[in-house]
């Protein structure tokens, strides 16, 4: 550190502050979720609002420790810090599971998940190794590298089993997409063994990573919504199958592109634009008519088996138990919702939506909150991610934007599937959602990821790598 | 290369997404209520309280009808685990297949449905994570035997609930009853839910709306295993049970608990309005039975079959629905009527001579007043058929008819041959035969007053109920008018309904009923009169006017009544009374409506003597 600077020099403000909004709200929701009427006291440890102040305090500290230590060590260490949390990962393979998986690991009272800071060692790596790539290395050497440090966690988190962290960790794909390394060498390969093809470039393998993830996207939306009707409470009668009902909004979806596009670009582009959009509905019209096809022509066996997957199946007493009570909840909070801690679907005690404080926060937020609540919400999650690739996009170091694109991503993708699955989007895996969901690992690991970013960025300018 | 331009790819994915979301968080949240309804199944529980229904004050202001507080014993079967049926058994003081059976009981109580969606199979309407009641309306004392032991049955709990009391044991057949709402009535309005009383008869019955009040409602938030845990929302869309008004009636208990003993060991029935007002006053209908027997499904459950099967019919309302012949009361219509028509005069004389109907001995009645205290047969058959033949038609037949069908427009606007707007079930309108009945019977133009004479004296096809019976001596002492009887004086502060304060004229001049309320006079107080005995402690101080009858009875005894008002100069009590095979109408029926008077005037009887012999009296064989 330079003598005579203050710590909160360059210090992005409008991201720490978006940040410390993330935990007044969290804390807020995770307080009127469990809360004991005969223990009011935010301060009291025996109730989970008690223990989250704690995991507050803690990971606050640990952020001020970050902002302490010159941001160079993280690159100095990446590697150390990545290995360690492999071993972690490792560790905790030997440990007694707890609720059918091997995530915790007890350390005194509390119970530490090591998937939730390997994602902050991957990132770490991951940022060391692409930095340390030549803008010509990116071969296929270097794409099977970069996947194999984001895949030897996820196996290891697979076999805890975690599917949750583990979808999360995709979220580097996208990463090396930003920075380039994607799959067209392997696709190149393939291809150029055809005799008489010789290919530099393809481009679906160059954006394989966008096109499958809008794919897979529309794939699971097809599969949850088609077996679900739509109805109105102001046209009753109008019933919409959930199949046509996913057509419909992707025609309105399209249309509304459509517009936006030709508002923005110039007369020469507008061709352009028609083709693309009316291909691209075209496209994906007929995967999600396949698949809604495919996945009704299933004998039941088959198709008990795709929704197990998708977590339909997941309650024994119900198809679909703990979605459906999670969709009740948040439905129910109308345009104003029912009022802090007035949430009668999703608390603690009245336990209709399993998990409330952790998986599921984001239910009785909703249910509290209603509408105007969700959506400035969004919109404040949405806020934060542009905020970070902006952030991102300044900075002189590729390890640095490496980083903040992981941060980016990996705070995304949490915020896509936890909603998801709040809103019948997204199978039930569960993962929690950033500064709100109660637990210690996730909100230390969170705030790390955070604080780091925001130390590499008050230094952007130090250093030149 | 440079990949700048793929951080747009990332920022239209997050946007996309974001997006998405939002729009599909309007829809679910705003748009689609879907989602509300199904989290009120989850995880709302709607309690209903019903209030106690509203009391019932008598005249004087004395409360007759109000509610005590019972206590059912409720279960949700999915909340019982391991029922130890034969310690229940013990607490309740049951056998242990009596406890089985009774669930069994439930269930089959609940009835079945079909099935739409499962080919139409039968399925019960039970329900296991409903509550039912397991012993219904259980008193303080059963229940303390019980809740104490409570808590080691989970899933079942005690429920309080109101059911009616009543003071007297008497006006049973004014107030109705009670009883548990059938399949239909729910189905018909939403007020009601299973296991909720409805009003049966009587006043219940008619002002159920009034009497029941308005149910609160409160939402509660219950848990994933259906505890109950707050209000829902702080309690905002909960409203508050509002019990049912006071009701006030123109009933004076005292006076109906003494008709209902004096009229002890007959059949028959006693009708007492106020003239001025149409109150009625008492309304015995005898045989009755205690309205405390009908309180509770329990209790109806085992009296209800004795009181159906009782030959005596307790349960019949007779003054409402009983059609008698009204015998010779039936004359002081004849009487005014003839007046109207002016075919004859107060001072008009027929000879009794007995040619066509019998009469007994008396003076031949020189004048109308005479004809009505001797109530001379061959006197109105005269009369009658100078109202029914005036002569407009050559042919005697279509004379009768005019003549009839005049005759019948008379009778209706003294409020007979139709039923009451009263405030009462089960009214009966009598009858008063038109042309169009008689052509029916003897065809067109078949019939003249000789075919149909015998109506002259209230025999034959003319039916009246008591309660018709009791109002023709309201409109003489009204002098021409009539208030719809009614029991209700007043709902809450808002008085009785409507239709209770429009006044009913009769076609008859004011001036026609002053001989009738003389000849009246003159049947109480004048020898020879029929009505002596109606004579209050055979003193003039309060001066009756009456008028007795003796209804011919083909299947017995004849019937015995008398109908009369007191006192003549300020009617406040116009009675009949009606005894069935007591015979004739002087004899038992007078005496009674004399005490009855004595009674509602003066709170007392003088003549123990008079009183003794109406006591002891029977006339059922
Ligand atoms: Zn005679």
């Keep these: 550190m330079r003598q005579g600077e203050k710590l909160t020099s360059h210090l992005d403000w409008p991201l720490l502050i978006t940040y410390f909004l993330f935990l007044i709200m969290g804390m807020a929701t995770v307080y009127s979720t469990a809360l004991d009427p005969d223990h009011p006291n935010l301060f009291d440890y025996s109730q989970k609002y008690g223990k989250q102040v704690v995991w507050l305090g803690i990971s606050l500290f640990l952020g001020l420790l970050v902002f302490l230590i010159d941001s160079t060590i993280y690159r100095k260490f990446a590697v150390p810090i990545y290995i360690s949390t492999l071993v972690l990962l490792v560790v905790v393979l030997f440990m007694p599971p707890i609720n059918g998986a091997r995530a915790w690991l007890q350390i005194g009272g509390f119970g530490i998940q090591p998937a939730e800071f390997a994602k902050t060692g991957t990132a770490l790596l991951l940022a060391r190794y692409i930095s340390s790539l030549n803008i010509k290395q990116q071969n296929l050497n270097s794409v099977l590298v970069a996947n194999a440090i984001m895949i030897v966690p996820m196996i290891l988190i697979l076999l805890q089993p975690d599917a949750g962290t583990f979808v999360v960790f995709t979220s580097f794909l996208f990463v090396m997409y930003r920075e380039g390394l994607t799959y067209d060498p392997l696709v190149l390969k393939l291809v150029n063994t055809i005799p008489g093809v010789k290919f530099k470039q393809t481009w679906v393998g160059t954006h394989f990573i966008p096109i499958m993830f809008a794919i897979v996207f529309l794939c699971i939306v097809t599969l949850l919504l088609s077996n679900n009707t739509i109805t109105f409470s102001f046209l009753p009668g109008l019933i919409i199958p959930g199949f046509f009902g996913v057509i419909l909004s992707l025609i309105v979806f399209c249309l509304i592109a459509f517009l936006f596009l030709r508002f923005i670009s110039t007369k020469r582009e507008r061709r352009r634009i028609t083709t693309v959009i009316i291909i691209a509905f075209v496209l994906s019209a007929s995967i999600a008519s396949s698949v809604n096809y495919l996945f009704q022509g299933l004998r039941k066996h088959q198709k008990d088996r795709i929704e197990l997957f998708l977590g339909l199946r997941e309650d024994p007493n119900g198809e679909d138990y703990n979605r459906n009570r999670a969709m009740a909840a948040v439905g129910s909070g109308g345009l104003a919702g029912k009022g802090y801690t007035n949430a009668s679907v999703a608390t603690i005690e009245s336990n209709h939506v399993p998990e409330s404080e952790t998986d599921f926060i984001f239910c009785p937020f909703a249910e509290e909150w209603g509408f105007i609540g969700t959506f400035i919400l969004i919109g404040m999650y949405m806020f934060m991610f542009l905020r970070i690739i902006m952030i991102a996009e300044r900075q002189r170091s590729r390890f640095n934007r490496v980083y903040a694109y992981s941060v980016v991503m990996i705070l995304f993708y949490h915020l896509a599937v936890n909603i998801g699955m709040n809103i019948g989007f997204a199978p039930v895996i569960g993962i929690p959602l950033p500064f709100f969901s109660y637990g210690g690992s996730s909100m230390m690991s969170f705030s790390m990821l955070m604080f780091i970013l925001l130390k590499l960025d008050s230094q952007r300018s130090h250093v030149l790598q | ?621």
């Excluded at chain 2, 009945?437 to 019939?447: A, E, F, I, Q, T």
């Design chain 2, 1 to 621: 290369m440079n990949f700048d331009a793929r951080k747009y790819v990332i920022i239209v994915f997050i946007i996309t997404v974001g997006l998405i979301y939002i729009v599909r968080l309007f829809f679910m949240q705003v748009i689609d209520d879907s989602w509300t309804l199904r989290a009120q199944e989850i995880a709302e529980k709607r309690k209903q309280i019903v209030p106690p229904r509203g009391a019932i004050f008598d005249r004087k202001g004395v409360k007759v009808v109000s509610n005590r507080t019972y206590y059912n014993l409720m279960f949700i079967e999915d909340e019982i685990k391991h029922l130890d049926t034969a310690a229940f058994a013990k607490v309740l003081g049951w056998t242990k297949d009596s406890v089985a059976l009774r669930f069994k009981e439930i269930v089959k109580e609940q009835g079945t449905y079909r099935d739409k969606n499962d080919n139409y199979k039968k399925k019960p309407n039970y329900q296991s994570d409903r509550p039912y009641a397991f012993i219904k309306e259980m008193t303080l004392e059963e229940i303390a035997t019980i809740a104490p032991h409570l808590d080691k049955f989970p899933g079942f709990y005690e429920e309080i609930t109101s059911m009616r009391s009543y003071t007297y044991p008497n006006g049973a057949n004014i107030f109705g009853y009670l009883s548990e709402v059938n399949e239909e009535e729910i189905k018909e309005d939403h007020f009601y839910r299973r296991s909720d009383n409805i009003g049966r008869a009587g006043i219940e019955r008619f002002y159920e709306k009034e009497l029941r009040g308005q149910k609160g409602i409160r939402y509660i938030v219950t848990s994933a295993r259906n505890n109950e845990l707050k209000p829902y929302m702080d309690g905002i869309y909960d409203t508050i049970a509002k019990q049912g008004p006071n009701f006030k009636l123109g009933i004076d208990i005292l006076l109906q608990e003494y008709g209902e003993r004096l009229m002890n060991g007959k059949r028959g029935c006693i009708v007492a309005i106020e003239p001025s007002t149409g109150e009625i006053l008492a309304l015995v209908s005898s045989p009755t039975y205690d309205p405390n027997l009908m309180v509770g499904n329990r209790n109806i459950a085992k009296n209800y079959p004795k009181l159906i099967l009782d030959k005596d019919m307790p349960l019949f309302p007779r003054p409402l629905a009983a059609e008698y012949p009204p015998g010779s009361i039936f004359k002081l219509l004849q009487s005014l009527i003839a007046l109207q028509e002016g075919v004859i005069t107060p001072e008009s004389g027929f000879p009794c001579n007995k040619g066509m109907v019998g009469c007994h001995n008396h003076a031949s009645a020189g004048n109308l007043m005479d004809a009505i205290k001797f109530s001379c047969n061959p006197y109105y058959y005269a009369v009658t058929r100078r109202i029914l033949q005036q002569g407009k038609k050559k042919s005697v037949f279509a004379d009768a008819e005019i003549g009839l069908n005049k005759w019948h427009k008379y009778m209706m606007s003294f409020g007979l041959g139709q039923k009451f707007d009263a405030d009462a079930t089960g009214l009966r309108p009598g009858l008063i035969p038109n042309s169009a009945y008689y052509d029916k019977w003897y065809g067109h133009l078949r019939w003249a007053f000789s075919t149909i004479r015998s109506i002259s004296i209230g025999q034959g096809e003319v039916k009246l109920t008591p309660l018709q019976m009791a109002n023709i001596a309201c409109i003489i002492a009204n002098k021409g008018w009539y208030y719809t009887p009614h029991f209700v004086k007043s709902i809450g502060n808002k008085g009785s309904l409507p239709q209770f304060r429009v006044k009913h004229r009769s076609m008859i001049d004011a001036k026609h009923y002053d001989p009738i309320i003389e000849g009246m006079r003159r049947v109480v107080y004048v020898s020879g009169g029929t009505g002596g005995r109606a004579k209050i402690n055979n003193e003039e101080k309060i001066v009756v006017c009456g008028k007795t009858g003796t209804v011919q009875n083909p299947q017995g005894e004849d019937h015995a009544v008398f109908t009369c008002f007191a006192p003549m100069d300020k009617p406040k009590i116009a009675i009949v009374v009606f005894i069935e095979n007591a015979g004739f109408g002087g004899t038992w029926a007078a005496p009674t409506a004399s005490l009855m008077i004595e009674k509602y005037l003066t709170r007392k009887v003088k003549d123990k003597e008079k009183e003794k012999r109406i006591l002891e009296a029977s006339f059922k064989n």
